[in-house]
């Protein structure tokens, strides 16, 4: 059954996703970027590390919505279709606001309420991240990856260095 509901929830997110494109996203520039040039980049970049996860997940850059899949790679999130959702919530807990994010919180609880424990740590840490939804990430391609993101996710820096001292 759960199965099921997964399926709808991604045949949702698909079909939504088009349409907000279509009639929400009309006037953003895409980035033009391949896959090919995001990997011909440093090796300590963000743009490079964004090529990986494309390539890892067989996926290329939506138009419109790349920051999308920037978000993966800066938070960890996979693609599944509770990590999707997760995904929204952490945004929401760093005060990115969309109507789209608004449906796919409510529909993402109702449909796998399951997961709920797993949206509150997701809404929890967004909260606790400064603040990342703002960046233009074309932009942000260049910088050192690691640097970046220990710099929105303090935490993890907090865990390593108590995960080095036990």
């Given at each position: 059954?759960?199965?099921?509901?997964?399926?709808?929830?991604?045949?949702?997110?698909?079909?939504?996703?088009?349409?907000?494109?279509?009639?929400?996203?009309?006037?953003?520039?895409?980035?033009?970027?391949?896959?090919?040039?995001?990997?011909?980049?440093?090796?300590?970049?963000?743009?490079?590390?964004?090529?990986?996860f494309?390539?890892?997940?067989?996926?290329?850059?939506?138009?419109?919505?790349?920051?999308?899949?920037?978000?993966?790679?800066?938070?960890?999130?996979?693609?599944?279709?509770?990590?999707?959702?997760a995904?929204?919530?952490?945004?929401?807990?760093?005060?990115?606001?969309?109507?789209?994010?608004?449906?796919?919180?409510?529909?993402?609880?109702?449909?796998?309420?399951?997961?709920?424990?797993?949206?509150?740590?997701?809404?929890?840490?967004?909260?606790?991240?400064?603040?990342?939804?703002?960046?233009?990430?074309?932009?942000?391609?260049?910088?050192?990856?690691?640097?970046?993101?220990?710099?929105?996710?303090?935490?993890?820096?907090?865990?390593?260095?108590?995960?080095?001292?036990?």
């Open positions: 059954m759960i199965t099921l509901r997964k399926n709808f929830f991604s045949w949702l997110f698909d079909t939504t996703q088009r349409i907000y494109v279509r009639y929400f996203k009309k006037h953003k520039r895409a980035w033009n970027i391949t896959t090919k040039q995001l990997l011909a980049m440093p090796t300590t970049s963000f743009g490079y590390h964004l090529g990986c494309l390539k890892e997940n067989n996926y290329t850059l939506i138009d419109k919505v790349e920051r999308h899949d920037a978000y993966h790679l800066l938070t960890g999130y996979g693609t599944k279709v509770e990590d999707e959702i995904l929204q919530f952490l945004c929401f807990g760093n005060g990115k606001r969309t109507p789209y994010m608004f449906a796919a919180l409510l529909l993402g609880t109702l449909i796998l309420p399951e997961y709920l424990s797993y949206y509150v740590k997701a809404y929890k840490r967004g909260k606790n991240a400064n603040c990342f939804h703002h960046f233009e990430y074309k932009d942000i391609l260049p910088i050192n990856f690691e640097q970046f993101r220990s710099t929105i996710f303090l935490e993890s820096k907090k865990s390593q260095t108590a995960h080095t001292l036990n």
